[in-house]
């Protein structure tokens, strides 16, 4: 299986355990998780700069994006714009239901590429959700 580089999208209240969930590349085999929010050189108030960091050294050179749901995340303009972007770009997505969380699945996702905290389960879904781009790319 080739390395697979995987754009993770979270709301900003879900950030422990959004660390938690890039804590599994040290256990998880040919992934690489990125995010934008740790980047502290994107830390700007021009969000046209940001949107453009995050859509070129981010999510254009991912495989898949992984959004981790937690409860307010549907309602992150952030989430809804990197699912937007995501797709645009013909990016596989995920979602992950963050441990404990209720909240909406956000706009986007579609309700079979759901899938509950089930680490052990991330490594499939990721590759699945990267395959059924590449098929969504074929037929378009």
């Known amino acids: ?3 697979r580089r995987i754009f993770i999208s979270f709301d900003h209240d879900d950030t422990a355990q959004a660390n938690g969930f890039m804590g ?3 256990i998880i085999d040919n992934f690489d998780f990125y ?3 740790l980047d502290h050189r994107i830390n ?7 949107k453009r960091v995050i859509r070129e050294e981010y ?5 898949v994006t992984v ?9 992150s303009p952030w989430v809804k714009w990197e699912i937007e972007e995501s797709l645009r770009q013909g990016k596989g997505l995920l979602g992950i239901r963050l441990k404990g969380a209720w909240g909406a699945v956000p706009s986007g996702i579609a309700p079979d590429a759901v899938g509950d905290w089930q680490p052990d389960k991330f490594a ?8 059924r ?7 378009s």
Do not use: C, F
Not at 44 to 50: A, K, L, M, R
Not at 59 to 63: Q, R, T
Not at 67 to 75: C, D, E, F, S, Y
Not at 133 to 139: G, P, T, V
């Open 1 to 3: 299986m080739a390395k």
């Open 24 to 26: 599994l590349r040290n």
């Open 35 to 37: 995010n934008h929010k």
């Open 44 to 50: 700007s108030t021009d969000i046209e700069y940001v």
């Open 59 to 63: 999510i254009k050179s991912a495989s």
């Open 67 to 75: 959004v981790l749901i937690g409860n307010k995340t549907a309602q």
């Open 124 to 131: 499939s879904w990721i590759e699945w959700a990267h395959k």
């Open 133 to 139: 781009s590449m098929k969504l790319r074929s037929l």
